[in-house]
């Protein structure tokens, strides 16, 4: 299987910008996910990237992806009370295989 | 939106024995997978299944598990004896073609095992 990971913790005031990053093994992923985690619920698709982009732009989140180092972030601005949760990234592989990477738990200190 | 259904939401069993978590896939998918998520640890993925197989299945699926499509609509994942360490978030999971389309999660059985 891939090998994702993430940092695990992230803590950051409300209105400032939180950066996620992932790393991950597999450079045959095609397209690459980031799910959101609210505490107690399922996982909520956020957005995800083609891998032969390198930005992807949705409303206040923006994906960065870096094919050649396998690595993959998530921006959110304007950060809000309601943005804390655990993010996975979460690449899929050429044989549509999904793995999650450790999860980032995002702290917004109002 | 469509939603993957997953019953029942909690599950408590005693060591040992038979459980059978029950996910309804979103209806026109053909990729369907089973992950857990022990308290406070990654997603881990335990098995695919695509055009009435197994495609592909993690170390922790091991022969304790199985998965079956009974009919066009269900999809199982049964544990045969379960053990203490089999506690866990299951997430069932569908797409479609893959490729770009969303993976559609269902809310999770909480399986508690004593």
């Known amino acids: 299987g891939e090998d994702v990971e993430q940092s695990l913790f992230l803590s950051v005031r409300e209105g400032d910008s939180s950066v996620i990053n992932c790393t991950y093994t597999?450079?045959?992923?095609?397209?690459l996910y980031w799910y959101k985690q609210e505490p107690g619920a399922g996982l909520q698709l956020l957005t995800y990237?083609?891998?032969?982009?390198d930005m992807k732009q949705d409303q206040r989140l923006t994906v960065l992806l870096n094919k050649k180092d396998k690595h993959l972030s998530l921006r959110i601005a304007d950060t809000q009370t309601g943005d804390s949760a655990i993010y996975f990234c979460?690449?899929?592989?050429?044989?549509?295989?999904?793995?999650f990477g450790t999860g980032t738990s995002l702290t917004v200190i109002p | 939106e469509p939603e993957v259904t997953q019953t029942p939401s909690h599950q408590v069993t005693q060591m040992g024995q038979e459980v059978i978590l029950r996910c309804v896939p979103i209806?026109?998918?053909?990729?369907f997978y089973w992950y857990r998520q022990i308290l406070g640890q990654k997603v881990e993925f335990l098995v695919s299944?695509?055009?009435?197989?197994?495609?592909?299945k993690s170390e922790i699926f091991d022969d304790q598990f199985s998965v079956e499509r009974p009919d066009g609509s269900n999809f199982t994942l049964k544990i045969r004896s379960t053990k203490l360490e089999d506690s866990a978030m299951y997430f069932c999971?569908?797409?479609?073609?893959?490729?770009?389309?969303?993976?559609?999660f269902g809310s999770g059985t909480q399986l508690s095992v004593l």
């Open positions: 990237i083609f891998s032969n982009m």
């Open positions: 209806s026109n998918h053909l990729y």
């Open positions: 597999d450079s045959s992923s095609t397209y």
């Open positions: 979460a690449p899929q592989t050429a044989g549509n295989q999904f793995y």
């Open positions: 999971a569908s797409t479609g073609q893959g490729g770009g389309e969303k993976l559609f």
């Open positions: 299944f695509y055009n009435n197989e197994i495609s592909e």
